[in-house]
Structures are given as C-alpha cells and as structure tokens.
C-alpha cells in the first residue's frame, strides 16, 4: 500500500457524460500528478499540482481539467466523455516536486460505454 | 524531448533462473533519473529501483539490481532467483532533475515467471 488513496475504483459512464476521479496523496506529500494508462498510448502525463498551484501540464486534452484543494487532495474532471477516453487513471504523490520518487495510487478504471 | 524504449514487449523465466529487461532512452540533459516500475495483475504501480545519473554504481534492491550505461543510455534490469510474484509489466521511466518534470515511461515488458 503506497498510502495514496483514488476514488472510486471503477467507473462505467456514456459518451457525452462528465465525471470526477479523486485523489488523495500520502500524508506528508504536497505534490499530486495525474497520469493516463490505455493500451494504445501507454502511460501519459496529465498534469502536476504543488501546494494547491499548477505546476506542469502534459497531454491533457481540453475537456479534462484538474484541481487542488487546500486539504491537498486532488480531482481529476472528465467531461464530454469519448470512447477513446477509457483507461486507467493514475494519481501518484511526492512531499515536493524536487523530491523523485512518486508513489502511485491505485487507480480508476473508466470505462466509456 | 525524452523518450524511453523498451525493446521486449514480452519476456518469459524460469523459477528461481536469472533474467534482464531491457530499456534505453534519448536525452540531451546529464542529470536524471531512472526508475523501474513494476505493475502486476492489481494494476498498482510499485516503485522496483531508482538509479541517479551522477552515480556511477549501479543500485541494487535485493534480487533486483540494474545496469546502468550513461554513454550508452542504456538502463537494463537483472532479477535474480526469479519468483512467481514477480510475474508482472515492468515499465523504465525517466525523471530530469529539474524539479516540474513527469515520469517519461516505456511501453513495458510484460514478464511471464515459469513454475
């Protein structure tokens, strides 16, 4: 157990609907990542948030948007869901972004039907 | 931008046998890092190895230790006395040292351990 904690674990949902994933990182830890697992992409890079700002952004498409909150957890917002869009989101954790290891959460299997 | 290779999509070893995955990269800094990630059925990413750029020995972690060539970019990792828990995709990723980077992973290696 890495001690980051993602909700919920899976989610089934339509194309067109939104949906959020939540994070919460290790105690301790003021950096959140989000990456994306799907088969024909492998694992990307979503976005970073320190300390309750954004730090980095990567392949995240427009209709995903991300946030902080001072309790330091973290939601990832899905919105006009695509097919393409199911995979495995992962939230990992760091105590500061110049810390190298992330630890991962457990993930949340999307499924869009 | 970076990039991370890993060549086998699949590997096979025999119980209690030695085998290495194999991972290159493509990087114009001199300071990173690199970690092995191991991803079994659960799907949880577990943290395997992490080796720094500076350092010229190469980490070990009990049977998991790595090869670490920086003028090759070459990142090999060697598991020693093969256990059935360690059937699982192994991914080598790639962190600059600069702080606001992401992990750059490799496709994977899925490791098949034989009885």
Same mark, same amino acid.
């Given at each position: $157990? ?43 890079? +979503? ?12 392949? @995240? ?9 001072? $309790?330091?957890?973290?939601? !990832? ?28 959460? %457990?993930?949340?299997? +999307?499924?869009? &039907? | 931008?970076? &990039? ?16 290495? !995955?194999?991972? &290159?990269?493509?990087?114009?800094e001199s $300071? ?13 990413? @577990? ?33 020693? $006395?093969?256990? !059935?828990?360690?059937?699982a995709m ?11 980077? %992401? ?5 994977? &290696?899925? +490791?098949?351990?034989?009885?």
């Amino acid at each position: $157990d890495s001690g980051v904690t993602q909700t919920p674990k899976h989610l089934i949902t339509a194309t067109g609907q939104r949906v959020t994933l939540r994070c919460s990182p290790r105690s301790g830890d003021l950096s959140v990542y989000w990456y994306q697992q799907s088969l024909d992409q492998g694992l990307q890079f +979503l976005i970073q948030y320190y300390n309750g700002e954004e730090r980095a952004k990567g392949n @995240i498409l427009e209709r995903f948007s991300a946030q902080q909150f001072p $309790d330091l957890h973290s939601e !990832l917002n899905l919105s006009s869901l695509e097919l393409g869009d199911s995979a495995l989101y992962f939230c990992a954790s760091s105590v500061d972004p110049s810390v190298h290891e992330q630890y991962f959460g %457990p993930g949340t299997r +999307l499924t869009v &039907t | 931008a970076q &990039t991370v290779t890993q060549s086998q999509p699949e590997m096979s070893v025999q119980e209690a046998e030695t085998v290495t !995955l194999s991972c &290159t990269y493509d990087t114009s800094e001199s $300071d990173y890092y690199l970690f092995w990630y191991k991803q079994p059925p659960s799907r949880q990413m @577990i943290l395997v190895i992490r080796q720094e750029a500076y350092k010229q020995q190469n980490a070990t972690e009990n049977r998991f230790s790595v090869n670490f060539q920086k003028a090759a970019k070459s990142f090999s990792l060697k598991i020693s $006395d093969s256990q !059935l828990g360690d059937a699982a995709m192994y991914f080598c990723a790639y962190r600059s040292r600069s702080g606001n980077t %992401p992990l750059v992973f490799g496709k994977g &290696t899925r +490791l098949s351990v034989i009885a």
